[in-house]
């Protein structure tokens, strides 16, 4: 499976400005750290009254990345004023260009899907639009298209393999339109289907497409050691979504970052690492301070580990 770490990655560095910017050495490590845009999600979902037009956009939140030398931005489907229904190709390609002139690399974006359904319908219907949204991401020069696997199903809560196996179905008919189009479905552990490093795995290997990854989100791993499942999905990491805590949403005990670095220096991972901070309702929550903190403490880690 390391092979497809291997093809993921050299399809990453050709889809942004990740080799430029290291030849230049701009970053001390072969890592780009990015932003989520699901951090800004409350404003992003705000919507004026009187014509129901996005109260705050894209636009506005790739000039703020700029003002906060964030390189790549993570343009989750979600936010697109049209979704579940893809953008026009003029709103496209105006976000595309508007990165560009800004030095901005999308580095990924996402829908929501449930192949977990026990609707075949449900399921089908989650492929459809993963394909439309494929599309969009060949457009946005997006490398990777994130894609959930679903709740477990009332009823199937001893029955994973089942339930795994039409995932795996439906990740596959995603992968190999992928490929078509130079795109990597990222599927991503969302503490649903899959929380634990083993069963990604067992996932990924049944799809077996160079053209389907993980997507390591590091918050949600119910096990008791979240690092070690972390390290154990570098090799078919295509992306990354960093979280505030390891330990789940909302837990006190903040992620060590120096140890995430570490993690990634030593299965040498080259790419995009987004992070996402998350509300958590009854706690303040700013991400215009969050965000930068985070950012903060993830640039200090990576000098840390990367200096020699």
Not at 130 to 135: N, R
Not at 136 to 155: H, N, Y
Not at 281 to 289: A, I, K, L, S, T
């Amino acid at each position: 499976m390391r092979v497809i770490f291997i093809i993921c990655f050299l399809f990453l560095s050709s889809q942004s400005s990740f080799a430029q910017k290291a030849k230049k050495g701009k970053n001390p490590s072969p890592i780009i750290l990015s932003l989520n845009a699901y951090s800004f999600n409350d404003l992003l979902m705000a919507r004026d009254k009187r014509d129901n037009q996005q109260l705050y956009t894209f636009f506005n939140l790739l000039d703020w990345c700029k003002s906060q030398n964030i390189e790549a931005l993570d343009a989750t489907g979600y936010f697109f004023p049209t979704y579940p229904k893809v953008p026009s190709d003029e709103y496209i390609y105006k976000l595309k260009n508007r990165a560009k002139e800004l030095g901005i690399t999308i580095s990924g974006t996402g829908i929501r899907n449930d192949f977990a359904s026990p609707d075949p319908a449900v399921r089908a219907a989650g492929v459809a639009l993963a394909k439309e949204w494929i599309l969009v991401a060949e457009k946005l020069d997006a490398p990777v298209l994130r894609l959930f696997a679903g709740e477990i199903p009332k009823g199937y809560e001893n029955r994973w393999d089942e339930v795994a196996g039409w995932m795996i179905e439906s990740y596959k008919e995603c992968a190999a339109f992928a490929e078509k189009h130079g795109v990597i479905i990222g599927i991503q552990n969302h503490g649903d289907m899959l929380q634990t490093a083993e069963q990604c795995i067992k996932v990924i290997k049944g799809v077996n497409s160079k053209a389907a990854g993980i997507i390591v989100d590091t918050g949600n791993f119910k096990t008791e050691n979240p690092y070690a499942d972390i390290e154990a999905m570098v090799p078919y990491a295509v992306n990354w979504q960093i979280k505030e805590s390891a330990f789940g949403i909302g837990n006190p005990i903040e992620t060590d970052y120096v140890k995430i670095m570490e993690i990634l220096k030593r299965q040498n991972y080259k790419g995009f690492l987004p992070i996402e901070t998350i509300l958590v309702r009854g706690v303040p929550y700013d991400p215009f301070e969050l965000v930068p903190a985070m950012f903060d403490k993830l640039r200090s880690a990576q000098k840390k580990v990367f200096k020699n």
